[in-house]
Every structure is written in structure tokens, then in C-alpha cells.
Nanobody, 124 residues
Framework: DVQLVESGGGSVQAGGSLRLSCATS????????MAWFRQAPGNEREGVAA????????SYADSVQGRFTISRDTTKNTLYLQMNSLEPADTAMYYC??????????????????WGQGTQVTVS
């Protein structure tokens, strides 16, 4: 079974940094697309960053481009999201997601079939 477990959330002041981690099992990065989504209260789930299988091409939402970096460590089976220059608007629950589909829209949640439980990020 595919399992995703996020960690690394917390509270930080504006301008600060956090690194989220997603420990994965039951999948291989050579065949699964991986992504980070976030959802603030009252808002729809928003795609933040994604990384495609194989070469690891990345995709980012305009709102985080240049501030966030998605990466993966195949030796540790872990997905990361480095978040710099955090803003109060980044406050949300952050979710790790995986897709086994071969053709996806990277930041569209409908294409992802595995989800973690989420980790809260609060920026003040």
C-alpha cells in the first residue's frame, strides 16, 4: 500500500523558512508524480508544487514561484518542500500527494490518488 506521512510544519514569522518532509512507502519516484497541495480554511485545495517521475521536472504555482522548492531523495524515499520568504498568505494545511496516472495536470488535485494526513503551517 502507498503511504504518505508529512512532517515539518509549524509556526514561523513572516520572512522565515520551513522545510516540509513527506515520508513515502509503497511507490517509486520513477513512476509516480508527487506534489504538495495546501488548503486554508474556507478555501479550495490549491496545488503548490509538483515533480514529475523520471527526470524530475518541476512545476510551481505562480504564488510560490521563486520562494518554494520541491525536491525528492530517492535514497530516503522522502519528498521535500523548502519554503522561504514565507508570507501570512502561505498559512494553510499542507498535503503531500502522489499520482500513479501517466498523464496529469501537475497542480490539479483531481489527478492525485494518494494523500497524506497534512501538516499545518502558520505564518504570522
Amino acid at each position: 500500500d502507498v503511504q504518505l506521512v508529512e512532517s515539518g510544519g509549524g509556526s514561523v514569522q513572516a520572512g522565515g523558512s520551513l522545510r516540509l518532509s513527506c515520508a513515502t512507502s509503497g511507490l517509486t519516484y520513477s513512476t509516480y508524480s508527487m506534489a504538495w497541495f495546501r488548503q486554508a480554511p474556507g478555501n479550495e485545495r490549491e496545488g503548490v508544487a509538483a515533480i514529475y517521475p523520471g527526470l524530475g521536472t518541476t512545476s510551481y504555482a505562480d504564488s510560490v514561484q521563486g520562494r518554494f522548492t520541491i525536491s525528492r531523495d530517492t535514497t530516503k524515499n522522502t519528498l521535500y518542500l523548502q519554503m522561504n520568504s514565507l508570507e501570512p498568505a502561505d498559512t494553510a494545511m499542507y498535503y503531500c500527494a502522489a499520482s500513479s496516472r501517466t498523464s496529469i495536470q501537475a497542480l490539479n488535485s483531481r489527478f492525485y490518488n494518494y494523500w497524506g494526513q497534512g501538516t499545518q503551517v502558520t505564518v504570522s
